[in-house]
C-alpha cells in the first residue's frame, strides 16, 4: 500500500463562489498561473480560460459547470519557493455564479472544507451572492472574502465591505486596507502584520514588501485595533490579557483568527484586482493561514443501511473507505467521469467499490486528478482528497461509495425543483433514439434538470431552473449528442395544493365472474405544515419535502400489505392533480380506517380506491393554483427607473426596495414567473442596453382567480 504523498493538514479543499460577473473565473485563472499550474494566463473576454472549458461557456464569457482544478502553493513570503516540505495542495472548485446553474454551487458546498467568495468591488454583494452565502451557511463551510475588481471606475473598498456587513453577516472583518482606487489602486495594507504590498514583475507575480505609506498609517492602527478585538474576543485567557493593556503575538492573533474562521465566527476580508495582478497570492496565504484542512474538519455521520443506526467517520487513511459522489460529467475522451470526495480510507484503481445507496458493487476501473479538462491518471486517493473515477456506470450525484464489510451512508444533498418547461420533440426519426440517450446523461449529470411526458399529448417536456439553463441544455444536446430538436416556448412549472382539510371514502368493488376487485379506505386530508426537519419521525409516518402519509388503521381493518399500495394510489392522484393537472404538493394524507374481502382485495384495488378517495377529498378541500414567483433584481442608471418600476407593477411584481450601485439604481421586486419570459430583451430597450436583470426562484404562491382562470382553460 503506497503512502501519501502530502500530509493531510497541508491539504485543503475550497470552492471559489460570487455572483455572475464578480470576476471569478478571473480569479481561478491568476491562481493556476501563480501556483504554476499553467505558464499563460487565460482571460474571459477572450473565451481562453482553463475552468470554463465547455464550448458554450466560452461563447457566451460564463461559467456554466463547477471545474475541478489540483495544484501546489508555496506562501508568497516564503523564501525558498521550491521547498517541498513548504508546498501547500490545493483542490479548487471554480463554481458558475448564474443562478439557473446554482445546483453546481449547492453541490460543491457540500464537499469542500472551504470558500473563497469574490465580490465586485462596484457593485458590493448582489442577489446571487446571498443565495450562495445561503448555500455555504447551511453547509457550514468557513469562508474568506475577497472585494475584487477595485481597479474600476466607481470601486469603493468600504461601500463593498458594508455591504457585506448589512446583508451577509456581522462577523466580517477587514484584514486589508487598499492603498488607491479606481485607476490608481496600486496595492494593499496588511493590517495584521502592519506591512504594505505591491505586485510587481510580470503578471504581479513578485510580492513586495513594504512600510506603510504615510498617509495610511493613522487608518490602518485604528483599523488593527478594530481587527485584534473582534481576535481576542474569541479566546477568553487571550481577551483577559488584552484587556490588562498586553497585545497579543503575531502567532497567537493568527492561531486565534484560525479557530475563529473554522468555527464561522469570523469571515476575514481582503481586497484586490484579479484582472491587474493585485492581490490574489495574498489571497492564497488567507487559505493556508485560516481555512481549514480536511483534520480540522468535524467527522462526517451517516446511517448504517444495515441496521439504521448512525456511524461516523474521520479523516483518517486507517478508517473503512467512505465518499460521497457530488457530480457527473460527460468526457468525450474517457466516457463518464463521477467526482468524488473521500472522508475516510483510501481506495486504489482497480478495486471493488459498495454503492450503499443503490446496494451495488461496482469497479472502479481508473482515478483521474483533474485540471479543468485536462487529467492527470493516479493509482490511489486518501482522506481528505477529491478525485473522479472513470467507469462507474450506476453511481449518480449524492450516491455514497464504501467499504462493503463497514457500510455507511451518508445524507443526501438536496437539490431545488425546477420552475420552468420546454416541450421538445426530435426532428426525425433517427434524433428520437439519440435524445432518449443524450436526456438521461444530462439529467444524470444534473440533478435540476427533469425529463418528463405529458400522459395526454405524450410529448415530452423538459424542466430546469431558468430560460437560459434549458437553452443550454438543448444546445448540448445538438453539439454532445448531435440531436435535432424542435423547441416549445417556456412552460411555467405550476403546482396545486389544499387550503383546508376534508375527508373523503375510496370505494372500488368490481364482480365480473370469478374472483372481484374489493378495495375500500377512509382519507382525512390537511394541508402539510412546516415540517421541523430535526424532530424524530413516528414509526407510521411517510414523510417527504413536500407530502405526509400517515397510516392511523388500527385492528387490521386494511391488512398491512394493502398499506404500500394506498400511500401509491395517493400519489398518483397527487401526480395527476385536481384543478389544471398539474402535481399537488404540501399535503398531508391520514388513512384512518376501511375494510377489506378476505377473497376479492388486491394491491390493485386498494390503490385505485385510495387514488378515488384522494380525489374526492382534494376536491372538497379548496384547491388552488400555485405558481413559482422570482426574486427579481434589475440594476439601471437612474433616468429609467420609473419606467422599469411601473414596467414591473404592471407584471404583477411588488416592488420590495431600491439601493444606489455605484452609478446605477438596483430595483429589487418579487414577480411572477409567468410574466417575466423574455423581460430581458424588453429591458435592454427600455433602457437602450444598459440595465440588467438578474431573477431566482424565491417561494410559490397562490395564483389570482382570474389568472387562474385563464391557466386552467388554457389546459382544456
Not at 156 to 182: N, W
Not at 505 to 516: A, D, F, S
Request: aromatic content about 8%.
Amino acid at each position: 500500500m503506497s503512502t501519501r504523498d502530502y500530509p493531510l493538514e497541508k491539504l485543503r479543499n475550497f470552492g471559489i463562489i460570487a455572483h455572475i460577473d464578480a470576476g471569478k473565473t478571473t480569479t481561478s485563472e491568476r491562481v493556476l498561473y501563480y501556483t504554476g499550474s499553467q505558464h499563460k494566463i487565460g482571460e474571459v473576454h477572450e473565451g481562453e480560460t482553463t475552468t470554463d472549458w465547455m464550448e458554450q461557456e466560452r461563447e457566451r464569457g460564463i461559467t456554466i459547470t463547477a471545474a475541478a482544478i489540483t495544484c501546489f502553493w508555496t506562501k508568497s513570503q516564503e523564501p525558498d519557493k521550491k521547498d517541498l516540505a513548504k508546498k501547500y495542495r490545493f483542490n479548487i472548485i471554480d463554481t458558475p455564479g448564474h443562478i439557473d446553474f446554482t445546483v453546481e454551487v449547492k453541490r460543491s458546498m457540500r464537499v469542500l472544507d472551504g470558500a473563497i467568495v469574490v465580490f465586485d468591488g462596484v457593485a458590493g454583494v448582489e442577489p446571487q451572492s446571498e443565495t450562495n452565502w445561503r448555500y455555504a451557511d447551511e453547509a457550514n463551510v468557513p469562508r474568506v472574502c475577497f472585494i475584487n475588481k477595485l481597479d474600476r471606475m466607481g470601486a469603493s473598498f468600504e461601500r463593498s465591505y458594508q455591504s457585506i456587513l448589512d446583508r451577509l453577516t456581522k462577523s466580517a472583518v477587514r484584514m486589508q486596507l487598499p492603498i488607491g482606487a479606481e485607476e490608481n489602486f496600486e496595492g494593499v495594507v496588511n493590517l495584521m502584520e502592519m506591512k504594505a504590498y505591491k505586485f510587481e514583475g510580470e503578471m504581479g507575480s513578485n510580492v513586495i514588501e513594504m512600510e506603510i505609506p504615510e498617509a495610511y498609517l493613522a487608518e490602518a492602527q485604528k483599523y488593527r485595533a478594530e481587527l485584534i478585538e473582534k481576535i481576542v474576543e474569541n479566546d477568553e485567557a487571550l481577551m483577559t490579557s488584552y484587556l490588562d493593556g498586553k497585545e497579543p503575538t503575531l502567532e497567537e492573533l493568527k492561531a486565534t483568527l484560525r479557530k475563529a474562521v473554522i468555527a464561522n465566527k469570523i469571515f476575514p476580508v481582503y481586497t484586490g484586482s484579479a484582472l491587474k495582478n493585485k492581490g490574489v497570492q495574498l489571497v492564497l496565504d488567507a487559505v493556508v493561514d485560516y481555512l481549514p484542512s480536511p483534520l480540522d474538519m468535524p467527522a462526517v455521520h451517516g446511517i448504517d443501511p444495515r441496521t439504521g443506526e448512525e456511524v461516523t467517520r474521520h479523516a483518517d487513511d486507517s478508517e473503512p473507505f467512505c465518499a460521497l459522489a457530488f457530480k457527473l460529467q460527460a468526457d468525450p475522451f474517457v466516457g463518464q467521469l463521477t467526482f468524488f470526495r473521500v472522508y475516510s480510507g483510501t481506495i486504489e484503481a482497480g478495486s471493488y467499490l459498495y454503492n450503499s445507496t443503490t446496494g451495488q458493487k461496482e469497479r472502479l476501473g481508473r482515478i483521474v486528478r483533474l485540471q479543468a479538462n485536462q487529467r492527470e491518471e493516479v493509482k490511489q486517493v486518501f482522506a481528505g482528497e477529491i478525485a473522479a473515477a472513470v467507469g462507474l456506470k450506476d453511481t449518480k450525484t449524492s450516491h455514497t461509495l464504501c467499504d462493503e464489510a463497514n457500510p455507511i451512508q451518508l445524507e443526501q444533498i438536496k437539490f431545488p425543483e425546477p420552475v420552468i418547461s420546454l416541450r421538445i420533440e426530435p426532428k426525425t426519426k433517427a434524433d428520437q433514439e439519440k435524445m432518449g440517450i443524450a436526456m438521461k446523461k444530462l439529467a444524470d449529470e444534473d440533478p435540476t434538470f427533469k425529463v418528463t411526458s405529458d400522459p395526454e399529448t405524450m410529448e415530452t417536456l423538459i424542466s430546469g431552473m431558468g430560460e437560459l439553463h434549458l437553452e443550454i441544455l438543448v444546445d448540448r444536446m445538438k453539439r454532445e449528442f448531435n440531436v435535432e430538436a424542435n423547441v416549445g416556448k417556456p412552460q411555467v412549472a405550476y403546482r396545486e395544493t389544499i387550503q383546508q382539510g376534508a375527508e373523503a371514502e375510496g370505494k372500488y368493488i368490481k364482480q365480473t365472474g370469478g374472483k372481484g376487485q374489493y378495495g375500500h379506505v377512509r382519507l382525512r386530508i390537511k394541508p402539510l405544515e412546516a415540517v421541523d426537519p430535526d424532530k424524530k419521525i413516528a414509526k407510521n409516518v411517510t414523510r417527504e419535502d413536500h407530502f405526509e402519509f400517515i397510516n392511523s388503521i388500527k385492528g387490521g381493518v386494511v391488512p398491512q400489505e394493502f398499506i404500500a399500495p394506498v400511500e401509491k394510489g395517493v400519489r398518483e392522484a397527487m401526480e395527476r392533480g385536481i384543478v389544471a393537472g398539474f402535481k399537488m404538493v404540501d399535503i398531508s394524507v391520514e388513512l384512518y380506517d376501511g375494510s377489506y374481502h378476505d377473497v376479492d382485495s388486491s394491491e390493485i384495488a386498494f390503490k385505485i380506491a385510495a387514488s378515488m378517495g384522494f380525489q374526492d377529498a382534494a376536491k372538497a378541500a379548496k384547491p388552488v393554483l400555485l405558481e413559482p414567483v422570482m426574486k427579481v433584481e434589475v440594476v439601471v442608471p437612474e433616468k429609467f427607473m420609473g419606467d422599469i418600476t411601473g414596467s414591473l407593477s404592471g407584471k404583477r411584481g411588488a416592488i420590495e426596495g431600491m439601493e444606489e450601485r455605484g452609478m446605477n439604481r438596483a430595483i429589487k421586486a418579487k414577480v411572477p414567473l409567468a410574466e417575466m419570459f423574455g423581460y430581458t430583451t424588453a429591458l435592454r430597450s427600455m433602457t437602450e442596453g444598459r440595465g440588467s436583470m438578474t431573477m431566482e426562484f424565491d417561494h410559490y404562491e397562490v395564483v389570482p382567480p382570474n389568472v387562474a382562470a385563464t391557466i386552467v382553460a388554457g389546459r382544456k
